[in-house]
């Protein structure tokens, strides 16, 4: 049976799950472990990644049974309707080992394979951000808006690294040449919380490459709700070649940088 959602109860239901593992997770950060590695020795999990995601999966089909869910640890549970659920329990999982700040919860609702709805939890920060599609983005409520497009040499952009040493090398290669051009880097360590960044105007650009769908699907939503291009290369849609969120003008002058 094709069980009809809007956006606005999908989105209702991607905060509220979201949220309850965001508690548990900021509850349980203090003297948490790796649990595991995954593709490499510095790419980690914690119990609390896989038990976040058991939470969240078990909500979501708990209130939408029939559903599918793509999480970062347990992979794809398939389901009979539309709706798809894209999670990552804890995107920043070194930053969250570290006891860090920047770490998210973030759930997106896919109908036939378009995000609709987005939720991105900063525990440490305090902010929940939001969006439907076609309704607007939003942080804790307040309506989000990009910065103006600056400059490619006024640009403080974001940018992320992977966790294989070959991957790390073409990366340094790609900042050697961004760098000298553009304001500043900062790498935050969490591609939701970098995305959520250049919506709400605290960094201008973001890139990245080798990143998951589940990463950046919440994220991308609310960029773009929040009036940011989010794309991979040549107009593609974003991929693991290439994540690139700046407002338009900035957008172009850093895609022909990086392309
Ligand atoms: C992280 C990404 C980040 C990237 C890190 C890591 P994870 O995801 O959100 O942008 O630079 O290397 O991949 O592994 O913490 O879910």
């Given amino acids: 049976m094709t069980v009809v959602a809007r956006p606005e ?20 950060q203090d003297g948490i472990d790796v649990l595991d590695t995954k593709s490499s020795p510095t790419d980690v999990v914690t119990e609390m990644d896989r038990r976040c995601e058991e939470m969240i999966r078990e909500r979501l089909l708990q209130e939408r049974p029939g559903d599918s869910v793509l999480g970062e640890e347990s992979g794809t549970d398939s389901g009979t309707n539309s709706v798809r659920w894209i999670v990552d329990p804890i ?42 599609r076609g309704a607007g983005a939003a942080c804790n409520g307040q309506p989000l808006r990009a910065a103006q497009p600056v400059r490619l040499d006024r640009a403080l952009v974001a940018t992320g ?55 950046w699907a919440a994220a991308a939503l609310i960029a773009r709700e929040a009036g940011v291009r989010v794309e991979g290369l040549h107009h593609a849609p974003p991929d693991s070649e290439l994540l690139l969120a700046a407002p338009p003008v900035l957008f172009e002058e850093l895609h022909d940088l990086l392309a």
């Fill in 9 to 28: 109860e999908l989105l209702a239901l991607a905060v509220d799950v979201a949220g309850e593992a965001g508690r548990v997770a900021l509850e349980s």
């Fill in 91 to 132: 995107d920043g999982t070194v930053n969250y080992l570290y006891g860090r700040e920047d770490w998210a919860v973030s759930v997106a609702a896919e109908v036939a394979g378009d995000v609709v709805a987005g939720a991105v939890v900063v525990p440490r920060h305090g902010d929940i951000y939001t969006a439907a």
């Fill in 161 to 215: 690294f992977g966790y294989s040493a070959a991957r790390r090398a073409q990366q340094a290669e790609v900042l050697r040449a961004v760098l000298p051009q553009v304001r500043d880097i900062r790498r935050g360590g969490a591609a939701a919380v970098d995305l959520c960044s250049v919506a709400r105007g605290r960094a201008d650009a973001y890139y990245e490459r080798g990143l998951n769908h589940w990463d």
